[in-house]
């Protein structure tokens, strides 16, 4: 007589049942447009052209008075000025399904569905934001630390003297913050774990950061808000991390004035809409965005180069 | 694993592969320098080597939407953000005429590497083994055929002040064993950055070749 065992009952019992939940896999989507150190240039919107001339002028105490005697005709002095053209580019980013998946859905958080893939487009697009503002950075000529050595505490420290000694000695206002990618953060946590001098060693600041940390902002050093993000840009041999002053870079952007779909969702700076494709019982769910993320100070930020 | 089959010269346009290289996308750049970046680096001379100052590169990266590029990543448009980059003072060293530049299909477009940096894949994760004698030859190379000026000696001044910064704060720390190995490297460091700037004033470019 044979035993009814699992796995001879191949009609009554499933290889697996799916999990009452879905678990959101790994993200980055910290970036620092909302942190006050990315300046808002503006919107494209109504104005008449893709581009915004941010205009830079050496006013409020950038010269000197000149001596004179008694008598002596003052001469005038030419103010200096300086501008930074940013172009707005369209980023999309679209989903299809098809009626079988939507309709075989569970009532989980994170299905599929056109509304979570609307609040997910949403969310995509501070990840864009952080990629572009990293590949701003990357841009600088400047740098302070050495091609191929890990970053390190004096590395961040060469960063800092060249901002406090910008533009021939003027020097960066502050406050500082510095974009660093997961690696070059490590890296630096571990060179703060053997630092000799005992003034950086023994600060509340050290103890802090080598702790654990997770996502985004990372904490103060050294009077600097660090932050992380793993979109900082590699030229293959070095991460381009950089350190910079509040006013070093900013952002355009345009929010799309959708005509003629079914449905739209405004998702902040993003706008999403749902476009069916009934004879193929598709529905997509397409999100655009237009920005520009530009450095307008080049006095106001250098790179921190740590080995890729 | 080594993936020297799979690169292709620069070209001003991408083609699609059907092999990628396990490694995220980046965006199109080109090389470019800015007059106040040298670094001291040590080329070959003979049989010995010399100290050189050779100019470091900063990368001009062609991206939609970022630092005046327009277009798409595909065909961005560069027109404006080159005559920004040239008005900062900086040299754009063209791939097109100086062959530096390697293009791998990756994952969500392709990875473009300079073409000293070779991506080796040991038990599925990448490296990046760098040719660093090679890009620094080349690099010298570039102010001795003149595409890239001599460094003023005013900056190489500079560079030797943060030099001897750095030897003050190695020698605060006297009773610590490293630190005063620190200081003798760099002490070593500042006397051949005193020897190439020599160079540089006696010889000019030639000094380069």
Known sequence: MANNLYSTMGDVRMTSVISSEINLLLKDTANL??????????????????????????????????????VQAASETSITDDSVTLQVARYSLMYNISDLLNLTATNAQFEPDPFALAASIAESYNALFADLTAAAAAGVTSFAGTSGATMSVSALFEGLYDLEQADSF?????????????????????????????????????????????????????????????????????????????????????????????????????????????????????????????VIDSNRITRILAVD | MSFDSLAQPWAPTKTDRTQRIPKAANSSWMYMHHPTSWSLEYVKDGKKTKPVFVPKLS????????????????????????????????????????????????????????????????????????????????????????????????????????????????????????????????????????????GIKKDGKKYYE
């Open chain 1, 33 to 70: 447009r909302n942190t006050g150190y990315m300046q808002y240039i503006g919107s494209i919107n109504g104005s008449g052209t893709d581009s915004v001339k941010v205009r830079k002028i050496g006013l409020m105490g950038r010269d000197n008075f000149e001596s004179r005697t008694e």
């Open chain 1, 170 to 294: 003027r020097g960066a206002p502050g406050p500082f913050y510095a974009c660093f990618h997961p690696k070059s953060l490590t890296e630096l946590q571990a060179s703060l774990r053997s630092e000799q001098n005992n003034i950086i060693s023994q600060m509340a600041d050290t103890e802090r950061f080598v702790g654990a940390k997770g996502l985004g902002y990372m904490g103060k050093l050294f009077g600097i808000d660090i932050y992380r993000s793993s979109y900082v840009e590699s030229d293959g041999t070095d991460y381009e991390n950089w350190i910079a002053d509040g006013g070093a870079m900013g952002f355009v952007d345009g929010v799309p004035q959708i005509m003629g779909a079914a449905e739209v969702m405004e998702m902040d700076k993003v706008v999403v809409e749902v476009q069916r494709e009934g004879a193929q019982a598709l529905t997509s769910v397409i999100g655009h965005a237009y920005l520009s993320v530009g």
């Open chain 2, 59 to 198: 990368r001009f990266i062609m991206k939609a939407g970022v630092n005046g590029v327009g277009g798409t990543n595909d065909a961005p448009q560069t027109a404006l953000a080159r005559t920004q980059i040239r008005d900062n003072g900086n040299v754009i060293i063209d791939p097109s005429k100086h062959d530096y530049l390697r293009v791998y299909p990756a994952i969500g477009g392709t990875l473009t590497i300079n073409k000293w940096t070779n991506p080796k894949n040991l038990g599925g994760k990448i490296f990046m083994v760098s040719d660093d004698d090679g890009f620094r030859e080349w690099r010298k190379s570039l102010v001795a055929d003149g595409i890239i000026e001599v460094p003023n000696e005013l900056v190489i001044q500079g560079i030797i002040q943060k030099q001897l910064d750095l030897i003050v704060m190695h020698n605060s720390k006297p009773h610590i064993p490293q630190a005063q190995k620190d200081a003798t490297d760099a002490e070593q460091k500042l006397e051949d950055m005193r020897k190439a700037l020599e």
